[in-house]
């Protein structure tokens, strides 16, 4: 069989999360695509012995990890479950990733930056996490990276959708409430809709099968509707 004609087996991790959800939408939107979903329950990426397991029952292309601790203020007082959570447990994925010739697509986040940019961000960009959160992702980057060198790593911002609590949500709930509101004007971001961040890693994914190989893609980070 050629590789164009080839079902991809794509594992979605941390599948109840935002991101997660919006890929459970697209499912059967991609007749090449077989997708699998897994949540904390059953799969804990920081078990290796629960992702090998699954590995092993299944032929995995591709591996989009949406698993993440993402309590950004909670992380202040919460460094060693964010570190384990986002640095090592995503290095225990990339090697298991790595051993099963999966290609680990990992999504990272704009605070692996200091903010002090004038300017949009670019991949070249040198990182500098002023948080813990942030570190603790420029971690998993390099672990992933390290551990299974074909790691796509996408950063993203300010995800909003219809899961979860995020910003836009609380904004719509707000203004239901309220006569008027109160906002900080002192932080700039692109809140980013996570459906697009899915729907553009299913691009990338595409175009790798077009190819006709896993692709070996460098840093990609997408920002509000650039490339959908
Ligand atoms: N949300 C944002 O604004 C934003 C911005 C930039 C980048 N990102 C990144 O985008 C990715 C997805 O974010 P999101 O907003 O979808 O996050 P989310 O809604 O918090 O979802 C993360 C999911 O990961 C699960 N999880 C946590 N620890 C796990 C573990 N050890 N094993 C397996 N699953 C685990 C969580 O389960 P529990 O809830 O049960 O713990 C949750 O379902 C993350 O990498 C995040 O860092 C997010």
Redesign the pocket.
């Known amino acids: 069989m050629f590789l164009a004609d080839k079902i991809l087996t794509i594992l979605v991790?941390?599948?109840?999360?935002?991101?997660?959800?919006e890929f459970k939408i697209l499912d059967g939107n991609f007749p090449y695509c077989q997708f699998l979903f897994?949540?904390?329950?059953e799969?804990?990426?920081?078990?290796i012995a629960a992702l090998s397991k699954y590995f092993s029952g299944h032929s995995i292309d591709y591996c989009i990890?949406?698993?993440?601790?993402?309590?950004?203020d909670k992380a202040e007082s919460e460094k060693y479950f964010a570190h384990?959570?986002?640095a090592e447990?995503v290095a225990t994925l990339a090697k298991v990733c790595n051993k099963n010739k999966t290609q680990l697509i990992?999504?990272?986040?704009?605070?692996v930056f200091d903010g002090t940019a004038t300017s949009p961000y670019k991949e070249t960009d040198k990182p500098n996490p002023v948080s813990v959160?942030g570190k603790s992702?420029l971690q998993?980057e390099q672990l992933a990276m390290e551990h299974c060198p074909s790691t796509i790593v996408i950063?993203?911002?300010?995800?909003?959708?219809a899961?979860?609590n995020?910003?836009v949500k609380t904004m719509l709930r707000l203004m239901d409430e309220k006569e008027s509101i109160n906002v900080v004007n002192d932080q700039v971001g692109t809140p980013?809709y996570?459906a697009d961040?899915a729907l553009a890693i299913m691009r990338i994914i595409k175009s790798n099968k077009k190819q006709g190989a896993p692709g070996h893609l460098p840093f990609h980070k997408f920002g509000n509707h650039q490339l959908v």
Not at 16 to 21: A, C, K, R
Not at 38 to 41: D, I, S
């Open positions: 991790t941390g599948a109840n999360g935002q991101l997660g959800n897994v949540g904390k329950e799969v804990n990426i920081q078990d990890n949406c698993a993440a601790y993402t309590a950004v384990l959570t986002n447990a990992h999504i990272s986040t704009d605070y959160y992702k998993g950063r993203t911002s300010w995800l909003y959708s899961f979860k995020n910003f980013t996570a961040v």
